[in-house]
């Protein structure tokens, strides 16, 4: 079992559409997480970081189930500008940090 | 301020040959993390430094990759007698080195082994 699961999508949305990836994580002590984007033959980049009383950043949520080891980004209103890779990343031992393969979303007119 | 910074951005080799990536982090980022990715995949963990001391390489592959941070600023990712499945872009981030510290990423470099 991979230590970060993702779905691979791709996600097809309309504009204006609400959508939600899951990811899960192997590691039960794991700590710290953290959504990335990543567009195309760029480099990731932090969305938000996810804390424990789940977060929101704009059109953005994120949320935090210790309990069945998942976390969760919603997406409201999509733009045309979402549309990227989002990467899941858990810290796990030594402030190791493992990326799912990511979560491919395409937004359309 | 200025990010994370690698060179070269490309780097076209032959199988065998050796090459060094440099990687340049954040004034003041205590921390400094080596990836590779390949197309369609997420970074793939190689190496992680705190300070000057490699904290964790359980990701590099096999004896051919090493990674050396001698001064805790600059990282340098050496591979010898390449492959082609060497192939990839490799990423290196620096962080502030806390529990709950992102990373930031540099451009990469694209390596290609023919």
């Known amino acids: 079992r991979k230590e970060v699961e993702q779905d691979p999508g791709p996600f097809n949305v309309p504009e204006g559409a609400t959508v939600a990836f899951n990811c899960t994580y192997s590691?039960?002590?794991?700590?710290?997480f953290f959504w990335y984007r990543q567009d195309c033959r760029k480099e990731p980049k932090l969305l938000m970081s996810?804390?424990?009383s789940g977060n929101e950043d704009g059109r953005f949520t994120a949320q935090l189930n210790r309990a069945s080891q998942y976390i969760s980004l919603l997406i409201r209103d999509s733009k045309l500008s979402d549309s990227a890779t989002y990467l899941c990343v858990v810290r796990g031992g030594y402030n190791k940090l493992i990326f799912g393969a990511g979560t491919r979303l395409a937004v359309h007119p | 301020g200025a990010g994370v910074s690698q060179t070269p951005s490309n780097k076209v080799t032959e199988k065998g040959k050796y090459v060094e990536l440099r990687c340049d982090p954040i004034s003041g980022h205590t921390a400094l993390y080596w990836y590779r990715q390949s197309l369609g995949q997420g970074p793939e963990f190689l190496i992680y430094?705190?300070?000057?001391?490699?904290?964790?390489d359980s990701g590099l592959p096999n004896d051919r990759f090493f990674a050396v941070r001698p001064e805790g600023s600059v990282s340098t990712l050496k591979i010898q007698r390449t492959e082609r499945g060497d192939s990839a872009v490799y990423l290196c981030?620096?962080?502030?080195?806390?529990?709950?510290?992102?990373?930031?990423f540099g451009n990469g470099t694209r390596l290609t082994v023919t």
């Open positions: 981030a620096s962080s502030l080195g806390t529990q709950a510290s992102p990373l930031h």
């Open positions: 590691n039960s002590a794991s700590q710290s």
């Open positions: 996810v804390y424990s």
């Open positions: 430094f705190q300070g000057t001391g490699a904290a964790d």
